[in-house]
């Protein structure tokens, strides 16, 4: 909930009055000052309700009685009650505009929150046309600041309508951090779910939100033939725990996870970066992914992007701009047992990062257009969704806040954008409608804030003679640079893969197992190509014998494949 600073000073200002002298209040009736003494004291206590009556019965008996209506305010305040409290401190104002300066700073506050924008300005320059107090001064300009970019943005919103995702993702409960695979196919989610259902049916809201009554754990959910997103059910295999887990992201095919886990016996920290692959009997047990991505320091919402080799993360670690920032690391091997291990970490640098927080890193399938959260770049309050774009030289540009009604006043995380570029799912708890105090929704991206669009090559590898699938280890080329764009792993128990395909390149193809014939295939995105379909690809390795040869296809992507057979035309570009 939203605090400022100066409604502490008031509170420290009327604590002293209620231990000094009777004749320092405003009124010196002594029965009225006895009803304000208990209502400032059943505040204090907790008993909102009986405050507020008390408050109430108070300015019944002395309507101007100042120090009843502040208190009542900043009752409001803590309620987020924002209409109210800007009533009753528009009201103490008109009894007495000098009995407590700041009175002006926090009614401004209170007409930002309650979205009277014209009225917060006013208060705002009214409060510094008698302040003196240098800091006081800048924390009003930068609020007079603020409140123009928010009232400019609200009125001039996106014409975009926020979907929810449904009965079958969202409910009562919190949910957060979608990851959705590249074929729009999986959803995993983050839940805060109570540990005693009974005690949350029994308590509602009013049952604190911590680990002692509540525990995060993934949910996933599969879209039908529609794309409407079915009833979800936990993760299976070894994942969730008793413990939190949460800020999950997937790899391009949902065969790898990357999460958030905090307080465990091999955290080097705070809370970690663990990872988990899929199986055949599930998820596997987490990992902590080690140094230099973990530190002593607080890690926490990965991102491991499209290429499949860059890990974006947050970390309040020295040596960014500070508060938490943006870092990424790129993938240096994977170990025996099969988790992968990093290296060559970096600060995304000042235009991204700011002396506040960052938070929820996501980088489109194009590799090129970053979008983040952030309370340190000019927003509509909270937590805003940023988009960003990286140029050749591996520049990013200033962060584009991406505007009402994807942003509200409150905090919205955790976007991610499917691989078309036309869609985009986030969670917040900013919404009317909402089922929860989080949920899911989607929206179509307006033009100017979204990526370039990416394909998807999707099949299984098999053993060309047996027929037994087989784990293959993909790589993307760009035939034009020569660098390797992305790097992929298929399923190792069902030969399943799903690798990006970036628009607007020529890309080779080369499919790998150890004892076969690698498979080559080009790729010609650079004309016009249908986003709306994807390629199906089922690729047979041959053994590797002597006399075996290898064919190298071309795919061209005025053609959708399915099934490719030898009939299609071929060029023999080396790899």
Known sequence: MRKSLLLYGLLLLLTANFTSAQSIYSVDNKRTVKLYEEGRNAYASGNIKEAEELLFKTLDREPEFVEAMLLLGDLYHSQESWSKELEILTRSLEVDSTFFIPTYYNAGMAAYNAGEFDIALQYFNNYLQ???????????????????????????????????????????????????????????????????????????????RNSVFFQEDFYMSHADSAGQWQNRHLLMGHLNTDSNEGAQTLSADGNWMFFTGCGRNDSKGSCDIYFSAKTDYGWSAPVNIGTPVNTPFWESQPHFSADGRTLFFISSRGGGEGGKDIWKATLAGINDEGVPYFGDLENLGSLINTSGDENSPFLHHDGKTLYFSSNGHMGMGGMDLFMSRKDSPGNWSEPINMGFPINSGRDEIGLVVTARGDKAYFS?????????????????????????????VKGKVFDAETGMVLAADFDLKSLESGETIITSRGSSFTGEFLVSLPSGGDYAFKADHPGYLFYSGNFNLSGNHPVDRPYYLDIGLKPIESGATVRLENVSSKRILTNLTPALRSSFRKW
């Open 130 to 208: 008698l302040s003196d107090n240098e800091n006081a001064i800048k924390r009003a300009r930068a609020m007079i600041e603020r409140v123009s970019f928010v009232k400019k943005t609200v009125e001039n919103p996106y014409d975009i309508e926020l979907v929810s995702a449904g009965e079958g993702v969202n409910s009562e409960l919190h949910e957060y951090w979608p990851s959705v695979t590249a074929d729009e196919q999986t959803m995993v989610i983050t839940v805060l779910r109570p540990r005693d259902p009974q005690l949350f049916k029994e308590k509602g809201d009013d049952l604190p």
């Open 428 to 456: 917040t708890d900013g919404q009317q409608n909402s089922m929860g105090a989080k949920d899911i929704y989607s929206f179509v991206l307006p033009e100017e804030l979204r990526p370039e669009p990416a394909l998807y």
